[in-house]
Every structure is written in structure tokens, then in C-alpha cells.
């Protein structure tokens, strides 16, 4: 079984400012990560994977995150925000099969 | 580059129309999927399927079906279409294991009136 955990449905953050958003998962096997992001009215776009490796993994549009097995944690960063970067990111993690199960999801808004 | 494309971006129906959403790949991909998503509610996976002609139920598949004739394509099927089914419906594909995650098409937004 697997399940995800996003802490925090909003986040607001100033331009220029650091981006953290909280992803949590549960896996009984090691984990398979990703984070999506989702521009108004858009399907979801992948923005970063991690499957074994590095630990700390960069994406797309300046985001990394970092998998912490010991805190069962996958948190997403990017140093500066930018008005672009307003969205909803999914955290969604896949044990051993064909099957993502997805975070609640965290809506970012970014104030100038 | 890969693409997972949903033949509508909006739809308006009329409650008790069949509502047809259709979901093509290029990927060859096995796996296919329905969500719709939901203020607050996330995404609820609806039906997916590991195989042509073959499908089995998500979490919410009442009220609808699905079709996958060819691998390539895969139809939800609102049989009579309801106000509470008016959503954001995304469809993705995935190779079997999805260990690369899944390809998301951009969305079919459908209001019921």
C-alpha cells in the first residue's frame, strides 16, 4: 500500500522569495517519486522524477527536491519564485506497479 | 515528442445526453487512464485500463464506462450525463510498470446544464 501527503492546500509566496512545498509518502517497497505541476486549465506536467540515485533531484523551470528515506519526505524547492510559477503541484508516489497514487494537491500563489 | 491528446478542451451537455470524451497516445503505451478532478477533492481515478478491451474500476466509476477498442484510444462514457458530473476530466497513459510516472493529456473541462 502507498499514500501521499501534501502539508499545506495554499501557499502564498512573495516573488523573489523561496518555494517549499511538503510531500510525505508511505510505500511498502522503495519508492518511486514525482512532483506535477498544473497551469490553470491544463493537464498535469511532470516536473521532476526520482527513481534511485542521487538523492537530490532537479527538474524543470529551476525546482529540485529531495528524497529523504528517513523522514519519508519529498519536498519540492526553487530558491527564487516567479509570477510563473502560480500553479497546483501534485506530489504522487508509485510503490511497485502500474499505480500512482497522488497528493491532495497545493495550490501556489505568488504575490508581487 | 510524446503526446497524450483529448479531443475536447471544453464541452458543454445537456443532462441526460451521452457524453463521449475521447483519449488518444503515441507512446504505445499499455496503460491508460480517466480522472476527473475536483476543487478540493484532488484527482479520483474513474476507470483504467492495462490492455485493449480490457479495463477495471477506479475508485468512482459509477455513472460511467469506457471503451478501449484499439491501444491507442480510450473513450470514457458518460452513459447519461448529470450536473454532478460537470468536472475537469484528464486522461494519462503509463508503460505497464509506470515506474517514469504517467503522460497526462491537457484536459477535457465539461459543464452539464
Known amino acids: 500500500a502507498q499514500s501521499v501527503t501534501q502539508l499545506g492546500s495554499h501557499v502564498s509566496v512573495s516573488e523573489g522569495a523561496l518555494v517549499l512545498l511538503r510531500c510525505n509518502y508511505s510505500?511498502?517497497?522503495?519508492?518511486?517519486l514525482f512532483w506535477y505541476v498544473q497551469y490553470p486549465n491544463q493537464g498535469l506536467q511532470l516536473l521532476l522524477k526520482?527513481?534511485?540515485?542521487?538523492?537530490l533531484v532537479k527538474g524543470i523551470n529551476g525546482f529540485e527536491a529531495e528524497f529523504k528515506k528517513s523522514e519519508t519526505s519529498f519536498h519540492l524547492t526553487k530558491p527564487s519564485a516567479h509570477m510563473s510559477d502560480a500553479a497546483e503541484y501534485f506530489c504522487?508516489?508509485?510503490?511497485?506497479?502500474?499505480?500512482?497514487?497522488f497528493g491532495a494537491g497545493t495550490t501556489v500563489t505568488v504575490r508581487a | 515528442d510524446v503526446k497524450v491528446t483529448q479531443s475536447s478542451r471544453y464541452l458543454v451537455k445537456r443532462t441526460g445526453e451521452k457524453v463521449f470524451l475521447e483519449c488518444v497516445q503515441d507512446?504505445?503505451?499499455?496503460?491508460m487512464f480517466w480522472y476527473r478532478q475536483d476543487p478540493g477533492l484532488g484527482l479520483r481515478l474513474i476507470y483504467f485500463?492495462?490492455?485493449?478491451?480490457?479495463?477495471e474500476k477506479g475508485d468512482i466509476p459509477e455513472g460511467y464506462s469506457v471503451s478501449r477498442e484499439k491501444k491507442e484510444r480510450f473513450s470514457l462514457i458518460l452513459e447519461s450525463a448529470s450536473t454532478n458530473q460537470t468536472s475537469m476530466y484528464l486522461c494519462?497513459?503509463?508503460?505497464?510498470?509506470?515506474?517514469?510516472?504517467?503522460?497526462f493529456g491537457s484536459g477535457t473541462r465539461l459543464t452539464v446544464v
Open positions: 494519462a497513459s503509463s508503460p505497464p510498470t509506470a515506474w517514469d510516472g504517467y503522460t
Open positions: 507512446m504505445d503505451h499499455e496503460n
Open positions: 526520482y527513481t534511485t540515485g542521487a538523492t
Open positions: 485500463s492495462y490492455d485493449v478491451k480490457m479495463k
Open positions: 504522487a508516489v508509485n510503490g511497485n506497479d502500474y499505480k500512482l497514487s
Open positions: 510505500s511498502s517497497v522503495p519508492p518511486y
